[in-house]
């Protein structure tokens, strides 16, 4: 049985002069491992989430907000342990270059916890290989691309080894071949090392190979379940100001006409052999 790495209760947070809160008495678990998107529309409070996982913002004591990470209790006393186990990569990858070039970047998180010169060497020339920048060690961050920098920023994270890395928006400035390229790279590194992923993402396409989706509208938690649970519920969706991915609006569309889709048919792959298959039966 998957352990929970992650468990939060009854989140709050209110930033200062604000009126009402940018989350409101969230609780939700991870289990070890799981890859989790997170959506809602702007303000939802997806990425004040994500910054109170990791320590940066202190969530409202008074409300008895609680939140574990792998065991330990977020506070004072264990932040930094907490804050040793997750990686995050932001929206800009300009805003995580701090290097004056490639190599120092990836090096700058594994300075910062004291790990030996030649483990350094190791585990850089390691991340950077991980993610094909092999060939960019002494490259200034200006002679990069967008996706490149974002690689490196992902390096950086992948060399600190944490237990849980957390996307925040950090597909939203690629097109979408680097998006998916970075998507796939970041499954992969997944799967190799055991790491759960947060998703925090705008694009309701990338959450379908997510083994949960957590809803957030207006700093509450509408829903939390697999893809097919989340957008099988249509109406849900649409109160909260979100899309569906393509292929469930193709099933609602079809539907119209007395079409009826399996809930088995649950990505364009799938969709495109039934179809074909419904084609042949015809």
């Known amino acids: 049985m ?4 992650i468990e939060v209760e009854n989140l709050t ?11 409101e008495n969230i609780s939700f678990s991870v289990k070890e491992n799981e890859w989790v998107s997170i959506i809602g529309h702007n303000g939802s409070g ?11 913002l202190r969530a409202d004591e008074e409300k008895n907000s609680k939140i574990t990470i792998d065991g330990l209790i977020l506070n004072s006393t264990n932040l930094w342990k907490i804050r040793d186990m997750i990686g995050i990569v932001f ?8 290097g004056t070039n490639v190599q120092d970047d990836v090096a700058f ?5 004291n790990i030996s010169r030649t483990e350094m060497i190791k585990r850089v020339n390691s991340a950077l290989q991980a993610v094909g920048m092999q060939n960019y060690k002494n490259a200034e961050p200006q002679m990069l691309s967008g996706g490149q920098k974002q690689r490196v920023a992902i390096a950086g994270i992948i060399a600190i080894r944490p237990k849980i890395i957390i996307l925040d928006e950090s597909t939203s400035m690629l097109d979408p071949e680097g998006r998916t390229s970075i998507l796939s790279l970041i499954r992969d590194l997944q799967q190799k090392n ?9 694009n309701i396409q990338e959450t379908l190979h997510s083994d949960q989706i957590l809803v957030l509208d207006s700093g509450k938690k509408v829903a939390q379940g ?3 649970e989340i957008f099988s519920n249509i109406s849900m ?13 193709l099933k609602k569309e079809l539907a119209v006409y007395g079409i009826k889709i399996p809930d088995s048919v649950s990505n364009e792959e799938k969709m495109v052999e039934y179809l074909c298959q419904l084609n042949s039966n015809m």
Do not use: W
């Open 109 to 113: 998180g594994l300075e910062n916890r």
């Open 226 to 228: 697999t893809p097919q």
């Open 2 to 5: 998957q352990k929970k790495i």
């Open 91 to 98: 929206q800009n990858p300009e805003n995580q270059f701090v």
């Open 194 to 202: 055991d790491m759960t992923v947060l998703s925090i993402t705008h």
């Open 237 to 249: 969706i649409e109160k909260a100001g979100l899309g569906l991915p393509f292929v469930y609006e």
């Open 13 to 23: 947070y209110t930033y200062k002069d604000a009126k009402q809160p940018a989350l």
């Open 46 to 56: 997806k990425s004040t989430l994500s910054r109170l996982l990791n320590g940066l």
